[in-house]
């Protein structure tokens, strides 16, 4: 299951890719807690990378557990229970591979997220009858709560969901993705060498503090622009201060904790 962590980010933008679906989101510590279609889910990324979703409306019962490598189960309704596979969420959000099975059999397979979402409205259906949950519900609710992204097969976190690990490692250097409002980052840490090189080809990276964000836009001999941050434009999302090359070649060197 190769999929993503979650910090939380612009629902608005995660609106425009489930036309329909009425959603909020609002925070709580390291809780997520995210609206589908009427019923509210309760998302947390503990310390050890594992993603708990637990449906929270009075008279549903469910919940899924996803651990580091994306692998996991949902458990339904009390006696129901399904193991998830998620091998693809790509941060485009245009590719999808999500495998739901029951004792090794294939049940449900979402390959768009079209089939996702027709799931969670079946399900709503479903819950005009009575408690009862659509597996759809708890995957919609993984994406508007969106704590990582897979990229090139590797989970990629959003900074501000591992902004604690990223403190511990300073000095480090990470490869950098712009998507839905926010940063998200390999953990893999990379050289300085290595980050120099992303921005000179238009890339993006992160670091912990000011001075090396900019000096390493400084090693491209592209000359560098002073520190910026766009949270004022969009308002929604989280916006961290970065630096450009002075042509403005498209890399941005984000740096420190999130505005």
């Known amino acids: 299951m190769r999929k993503v962590l979650c910090k939380i980010i612009s629902i608005m933008l995660i609106c425009s890719l489930v036309v329909g679906s009425s959603q909020k989101v609002h925070a709580e510590e390291n809780a997520k807690y995210v609206f589908v279609d009427g019923l509210e889910y309760k998302v947390v990324l503990d310390e050890n990378k594992n993603i708990h979703i637990a449906c929270i409306t009075p008279g549903y019962e469910g919940e899924m557990a996803i651990d580091e490598n ?90 501000d969901a591992v902004i604690d690990d990223v403190r511990k490692k300073s000095t480090y250097y990470y490869k950098a993705y712009r998507m839905y409002n926010t940063v998200f980052i390999n953990p893999n840490a990379i050289t300085r060498t290595a980050a120099v090189s992303r921005i000179a ?26 520190s910026e941050n766009h949270w004022a434009w969009y308002k929604i999302g989280s916006f961290f ?12 060197s984000f740096y420190g904790i999130p505005k």
């Open 70 to 159: 994306l692998n996991g189960e949902i458990s339904m309704n009390g006696d129901e229970k399904y193991e998830i596979e998620v091998n693809n969420l790509n941060y485009d959000m245009e590719t999808v591979d999500i495998v739901i099975s029951e004792d090794g059999e294939t049940v449900e397979e979402y390959n768009s997220f079209d089939e996702v979402i027709q799931d969670e409205y079946c399900g709503q259906m479903a819950i005009a009858a009575g408690g009862t949950i659509a597996i759809g519900g708890f995957v919609t609710a993984l994406l508007y709560a969106c704590l990582a992204v897979t990229v090139a097969g590797v989970v990629c976190y959003a900074v």
């Open 241 to 252: 201060n970065h630096y450009h090359t002075a042509n403005r070649n498209g890399a941005h």
């Open 201 to 226: 080809s238009g890339s993006d990276t992160y670091t912990f503090t000011s001075s090396q964000a900019k000096s390493i836009v400084k090693s491209t001999g592209l000359g560098v622009t002073s």
